[in-house]
């Protein structure tokens, strides 16, 4: 029930939906309230100009990128890998019969190279299908294709194919691979998302070794373009609602992990 609802909220709260609302009400508004409306068009006007010309997106993203840096020394041997999904697309794999990655590729390409540095670790890719209408079409069957197109062992993965977001990533792939205490495992997930999914596995008792990648921002903050900005807001607040709701329900202990020494 709970992610029926988070979807359904989330096509309320994304930034481009709700400009596009904005844009709706000033038109109906020109009609009506010809007066009025100036209001609203002025209301949208010094919004786009925020988005576009002040780094505020950027700069909170910046908070969720930056709170778990990578780590400058990696163990000799790890026990596992772990890469969250997100990053395929199985709508157009199914429409084009190819597979396609989108912004967050950087996930897959960190875990096939840590998958040659650490030969003997286990590799767990965890990733249904996030969609709220289409869970036949899952991402796993589509990253099998990716990872043999490029000549990587597939076989070597152990594929969960039934998690529809962060909270399942950790619950359903810790009860598949069942890590032993005190076993070392890399999770290897986007920079922004890094937060969230270090307070569910802690909050499943599965303590993991934070591998950020897939950044969006650079070390300082530039002027945005609007569109950029606009993709930054919406990343930015599903975030954040994300963290305000799973501490909410109990799945993570704090608001805002942060690293362990």
């Known amino acids: 029930m709970s992610f029926a609802i988070s979807k359904i909220l989330w096509c309320f709260l994304e930034p481009g939906d709700l ?9 109906v508004s020109a009609w009506l309230w010809p007066i009025k409306s100036r209001y609203v068009v002025t209301g949208l006007a010094v919004i786009a100009l925020i988005v576009a010309f002040l780094p505020f997106s950027e700069a909170f993203i910046g908070s969720l990128e930056n709170r778990f840096p990578q780590p400058s020394v990696l163990p000799a041997e790890v026990d596992g890998i772990i890469v969250l999904g997100g990053f395929a697309n199985p709508e157009i794999m199914a429409a084009r019969g190819q597979p ?7 996930r897959l390409i960190a875990f096939i190279e840590l998958a040659h540095r650490y030969p003997k670790a286990k590799l767990v890719f965890t990733g249904g299908s996030g969609a709220l209408l289409r869970q ?26 039934e998690s529809r977001n962060t909270y399942e990533n950790a619950i359903m792939s810790k009860a598949l691979v069942q890590p032993a205490p005190g076993s ?23 303590p993991i070794i934070p591998y950020p990648v897939s950044y969006n921002t650079p070390s300082h903050l530039e002027r945005l373009q609007f569109r950029l900005g606009l993709d930054l807001a919406g990343i930015v607040l599903h975030e954040f609602v994300g963290m305000i709701a799973y501490r909410l329900m109990g799945r993570t202990d704090v608001f805002f992990p942060a690293p362990q020494e």
């Open 136 to 161: 036949d079409l899952k991402e796993a069957p589509v990253v099998r294709a990716l990872m043999e197109q490029v000549g990587f062992d597939s076989h070597r993965v152990i594929f969960e194919n």
């Open 184 to 206: 070392r495992w890399v999770l290897v997930t986007s920079a922004w998302h890094m937060p969230r999914s270090v307070g569910v596995f802690r909050a499943a008792g599965w």
């Open 19 to 27: 400009f596009l609302i904005g844009l709706g009400i000033a038109v």
């Open 100 to 106: 396609t990655l989108n912004q967050d590729a950087g």
